[in-house]
């Protein structure tokens, strides 16, 4: 059954995420991985017990999810559906007013290649839209996707298990994507490539960043399969 969302709650859960310390959390799970209170606590710059206040709320609200190993508690965001929200979000806020930042080299990073929750965003992202569409594995609209014959093929040759994960999740979709501002793969099959790429060791991650860095053996693989260089990212396609 539906849930109607008041106007109440919209405003509720907007008010959760519009705190900079909780929004920097948030931010900080983009990354797909689970972190404990102290490294969240450090991402949104605050002590301890104040993370756990932010924490306790975000976790009621259905925001993040809580795990358990032994002594330790993990963090993470509660489902896909609320990592599309704060990329949106992050699109939103792309357009809004200037503000003078001066750029560093995490920026530039993050615009190369990113992961957006469980999928990948950036420049490689896009270039990896691009070419599954150019090559009709894959049929992509504004919000939604569809994978073809073809690209079932190439995707099970590829080493990725279409069926895995299977649990109501959508299978192709796309993602706005804040830097790019054009639309990524996202959906279980935009998560099995990631996976897959990481798998292949073609990508590893940045320390304390949600960027990513393409490896030389990653390098070689993105142009031989998908016919991706530095240059074709350069140039967005």
Same mark, same amino acid.
């Given at each position: 059954?539906?849930?109607?969302?008041? +106007?109440?709650? &919209? @405003?509720?859960?907007?008010?959760?995420? +519009? #705190?900079?310390?909780?929004?920097?959390? &948030?931010?900080?799970?983009?990354?797909?991985?689970?972190?404990?209170?102290?490294?969240?606590?450090?991402?949104? %710059?605050?002590?301890?017990?104040?993370?756990? %206040?932010?924490?306790?709320?975000?976790?009621? @609200?259905?925001?993040?999810?809580?795990?358990?190993? %032994?002594?330790?508690? !993990? !963090?993470?965001? @509660?489902?896909?559906?609320?990592?599309?929200?704060?990329?949106?979000?992050?699109?939103?806020?792309?357009?809004?007013?200037?503000?003078?930042?001066?750029?560093?080299?995490?920026?530039?990073?993050?615009?190369?290649?990113?992961?957006? !929750?469980?999928?990948?965003?950036?420049?490689?992202?896009?270039?990896?839209?691009?070419?599954?569409?150019?090559?009709?594995?894959?049929?992509?609209?504004?919000? @939604?996707?569809?994978?073809?014959?073809?690209?079932?093929?190439?995707?099970? #040759?590829?080493?990725?298990?279409?069926?895995?994960?299977?649990?109501? =999740?959508?299978?192709? =979709?796309?993602?706005?994507?804040?830097?790019?501002? =054009?639309?990524?793969?996202?959906?279980?099959?935009?998560?099995?490539?990631?996976?897959?790429?990481?798998?292949? %060791?073609?990508?590893?991650?940045?320390? #304390?960043?949600?960027?990513?860095?393409?490896?030389?053996?990653?390098?070689?693989?993105?142009?031989?399969?998908?016919?991706?260089?530095?240059?074709?990212?350069?140039?967005?396609?």
């Amino acid at each position: 059954m539906t849930n109607m969302v008041s +106007g109440i709650t &919209l @405003a509720e859960i907007a008010a959760l995420i +519009g #705190d900079v310390t909780r929004a920097n959390m &948030l931010s900080a799970l983009m990354d797909g991985r689970a972190l404990t209170a102290g490294e969240l606590a450090w991402h949104g %710059g605050v002590g301890a017990p104040t993370a756990s %206040g932010h924490l306790a709320k975000l976790t009621e @609200a259905r925001l993040v999810a809580v795990e358990s190993q %032994g002594r330790h508690r !993990y !963090y993470r965001l @509660a489902s896909p559906e609320v990592a599309q929200a704060i990329e949106a979000l992050m699109a939103v806020a792309s357009f809004g007013p200037k503000r003078h930042r001066p750029v560093g080299p995490k920026d530039e990073a993050l615009r190369r290649a990113r992961t957006c !929750y469980d999928h990948l965003a950036g420049r490689l992202g896009i270039a990896l839209a691009d070419t599954l569409t150019e090559r009709h594995h894959v049929v992509l609209s504004d919000s @939604a996707g569809a994978l073809t014959d073809e690209g079932r093929r190439f995707f099970c #040759d590829f080493g990725i298990d279409l069926d895995q994960g299977a649990h109501g =999740r959508a299978l192709c =979709r796309t993602c706005l994507d804040w830097s790019e501002r =054009r639309p990524h793969l996202a959906g279980r099959l935009g998560a099995a490539l990631c996976s897959r790429l990481f798998e292949l %060791g073609w990508i590893t991650r940045i320390k #304390d960043s949600r960027a990513l860095t393409i490896t030389p053996v990653g390098r070689d693989g993105l142009a031989a399969t998908f016919g991706i260089t530095e240059q074709s990212q350069a140039s967005g396609h």
